[in-house]
């Protein structure tokens, strides 16, 4: 076997080992709740929760308290029958809030997921050598076989580095998931309170779809990245020698899968930016 197959042979190996990676984070993405790592983070979260709902529950009295006596002018003109009615309904929606906190989270969390697999679906999420460039590297002869080798293992190392790093992202994205989760029952009891008070729950619910929608921005990253490298990349190599031609041209696809981990890393700021987060 000469040095151009092994080469070929090394490139095909860690662009199978991108791929295998962003199998992995679509599956991860579209996973319920109680799916994700067999289900036992989940079932810590549920066990603490009713804990957070007694907090919350009796915050809810508190803070609609404190709401009432902040915008109360006039008791008579409070304690009319459509004031009554406003405020049983605030107080009855924030207590409901409370109660199914977690049941809306995870609705919302499963929402995400399903159309993670749609996305997913509907794509092609693997990357391979173009042929002509798979014929070039296996006709490379021993002087440029050596530069070249040095040259692609470079690559295979940031690819490599790359993949790794775009499973942690995802798996610390499911850790602020559910630790945020049981905070919802908390941050749920100021509805029933004052305009002020209640923007504390607001900002939970907006924050809490962004991370969650993060999923979707992630998966929408990785799939319009491949099709830029699908597509193929602009023209950079010239009139120079095929080996190096094919050389620019891993190299443009090594960064454009830095691109892509660079737009699953910043997926977080760019959905809480697009909900007003």
């Not at 791929?19 to 810590?44: C, T």
Request: with cysteine; proline share 2%; glycine share 8%.
């Amino acid at each position: 076997m000469g040095i151009g197959q092994t080469i070929l042979d090394l490139l095909n190996a860690v662009f199978g080992f991108w791929n295998s990676q962003v199998a992995i984070v679509f599956s991860l993405l579209g996973q319920s709740p109680e799916s994700f790592q067999g289900g036992g983070a989940w079932a810590y979260i549920e066990s603490v929760e009713p804990y957070f709902v007694a907090i919350g529950s009796s915050l809810v009295v508190l803070f609609f308290v404190i709401g009432f006596c902040s915008e109360s002018v006039s008791l008579p003109d409070e304690f009319r029958f459509e004031n009554i009615l406003r405020i049983i309904i605030r107080l009855a929606i924030s207590e409901w809030l409370v109660v199914n906190n977690i049941s809306i989270l995870e609705a919302i969390f499963t929402s995400c997921g399903n159309l993670v697999n749609l996305l997913g679906g509907t794509s092609a999420q693997t990357l391979k050598i173009a042929d002509d460039a798979a014929e070039t590297i296996k006709n490379l002869d021993v002087i440029s076989g050596i530069l070249f080798i040095i040259l692609a293992a470079i690559l295979s190392l940031v690819i490599i580095v790359c993949g790794l790093y775009l499973i942690y992202l995802v798996y610390f994205r499911f850790l602020k998931l559910f630790l945020v989760v049981p905070l919802g029952a908390l941050a749920f009891s100021t509805v029933g309170s004052s305009r002020g008070l209640a923007q504390v729950g607001i900002s939970y619910a907006k924050y809490f779809f962004s991370v969650a929608f993060e999923a979707v921005v992630i998966a929408m990253a990785i799939l319009v990245c491949n099709a830029f490298l699908s597509s193929g990349m602009p023209e950079f190599a010239g009139d120079y020698a095929a080996w190096t031609k094919t050389l620019i041209y891993l190299a443009e696809m090594t960064f454009t899968i830095a691109v892509t981990v660079g737009a699953v890393k910043g997926a977080q700021t760019l959905t809480q930016r697009a909900f007003g987060v």
